[in-house]
């Protein structure tokens, strides 16, 4: 053997040892760590009334393999459930045993984690879309989180973790699985939401499919924003989403002027009423808005939407059967916010959100 070959062999086995025999495709994840192709979830909040008392950290879970609610086997602090389990494949890049593999595993993977309140930070991202989010992906596919929840999620580096102030109030989260391709429409809909992104990789090998989000990642300037944009998404299984998309142009109530109008339903809407100024039930349109009121959930607990920090919307008329998750209050200060929300059609998603509301707001009531 050359004496060369000696000083070669060990760097060859570190290499054949980060790669795995068979790549596990970036999906979202199960609370058993099995891929789904979406889920969605409800934490519930500390103040729910019922029979059972609350620690603030119970969730309802349902997915595309179990679609209707159940209630999560851990509580969403635990990094078994569903969120830990999903964000679990942008940390463990980051684990320490697995340092020596970053650097061949990094530039194949792209990820952003935003919130328009940071972990770890004194300062909010007013300037910033009041978005939550991350995502991770390959060239392959990837998934995508909306959820509500404010200093979530950690930073990589600190691994998994849920923030005591995301406790009292009640939050939600969605999960879609989808294949590369449909990443340079969400790419084009960051132009309008302009997340605040506090981590990210976007290596230059997704610049050509992902200018947005490579910009958004490295601060730098921007192309102007549309006032809106729609997007048409696929999920990995083939499920249709929409993606409504504000940029802070579009000033105006996202759920009466927008959702309702281009979805041509009645939308019974629920979202943060701690702040600013609330809106009431609108019904100046030709599709109204409707505030919703009270929430009834399994183990006979009911709370009160002042007790709700979720932001998601469905249609009033069952044969509409719309659901729409994401980012945005009814409150008269995010008509100059950027964010968006996700739709869909999805039969078992409506019904599940549907029947939770006991009590809506009428516009003469208001």
Same mark, same amino acid.
Request: hydrophobic share 35%; aromatic share 12%; proline share 5%.
């Given at each position: ?8 062999q060990?760097?060859l ?10 790549a ?7 609370? @058993?760590?099995?891929?789904v ?5 409800y934490?519930?909040?500390k103040?729910? $009334? ?5 620690l603030?950290?119970?969730y ?6 179990t679609?209707?609610w ?15 389990q ?10 320490? $045993?697995a340092?020596?593999c *970053?650097?061949?595993?990094?530039? !194949? ?7 328009d309140?940071?972990?770890?930070? @004194? ?12 995502l991770?992906l390959? $060239?392959?596919q990837g ?11 950690p ?6 973790g849920?923030?005591? !102030?995301?406790?009292s109030f ?6 879609i699985?989808? $294949?590369y @391709? ?8 960051m132009l ?14 997704f ?19 549309p006032?809106?944009h ?5 999920s ?11 940029s802070?142009?579009?000033i @105006?109530?996202i ?7 281009e979805l ?13 100024e ?6 100046s349109?030709?599709?109204? *808005? ?5 929430i ?5 607990s ?17 044969k ?7 980012d ?5 200060e995010q008509?100059?916010?950027s ?6 059609q999805?039969?078992q998603?409506?019904k599940?959100f ?6 809506y707001?009428?516009?003469?009531s208001?």
């Amino acid at each position: 053997m050359p004496a060369g070959s000696a000083w070669c062999q060990p760097a060859l086995l570190l290499l054949l040892s980060c790669v795995p025999l068979r790549a596990a495709e970036i999906s979202c994840r199960n609370e @058993d760590g099995e891929t789904v192709d979406w889920f969605a979830l409800y934490k519930l909040p500390k103040h729910a $009334k019922g029979q059972i008392p609350l620690l603030g950290l119970e969730y309802l879970y349902m997915d595309a393999l179990t679609p209707q609610w159940q209630l999560g086997k851990y509580l969403i602090n635990m990094s078994q459930g569903a969120l830990g389990q999903t964000l679990q494949q942008l940390y463990e890049t980051y684990e320490s $045993k697995a340092k020596m593999c *970053v650097s061949l595993q990094r530039n !194949t993977t792209a990820y952003a984690i935003y919130n328009d309140e940071i972990p770890e930070s @004194d300062s909010k991202g007013s300037k910033c879309g009041h978005t939550k989010g991350f995502l991770l992906l390959d $060239k392959s596919q990837g998934f995508w989180v909306i959820h509500s929840v404010p200093l979530f999620p950690p930073n990589p580096e600190d691994g998994y973790g849920y923030p005591s !102030t995301g406790e009292s109030f009640g939050q939600t989260a969605i999960c879609i699985t989808f $294949k590369y @391709d449909q990443f340079t429409e969400i790419d084009q809909q960051m132009l309008s939401y302009n997340p605040g992104i506090y981590s990210c990789s976007i290596p230059d090998i997704f610049q050509a499919d992902l200018p947005n989000l490579q910009k958004l990642c490295a601060k730098s300037r921007l192309p102007s924003p549309p006032l809106c944009h729609l997007s048409k998404l696929q999920s990995a299984q083939g499920e249709t989403f929409l993606h409504f998309a504000k940029s802070h142009l579009f000033i @105006d109530d996202i759920y009466v002027a927008w959702m309702a109008q281009e979805l041509k339903t009645d939308l019974l809407a629920e979202s943060w009423q701690r702040s600013g100024e609330k809106l009431y039930s609108n019904c100046s349109l030709d599709y109204h *808005v409707y505030n919703i009121n009270t929430i009834g959930m399994p183990l006979n607990s009911t709370f009160h939407s002042i007790n709700d920090h979720s932001k998601w919307a469905v249609s009033r008329k069952y044969k509409d059967q719309w659901t729409c998750i994401g980012d945005l209050n009814r409150a008269a200060e995010q008509a100059w916010r950027s964010g968006g929300f996700i739709c869909t059609q999805n039969e078992q998603i409506y019904k599940a959100f549907r029947h939770l509301i006991i009590h809506y707001e009428s516009c003469t009531s208001a």
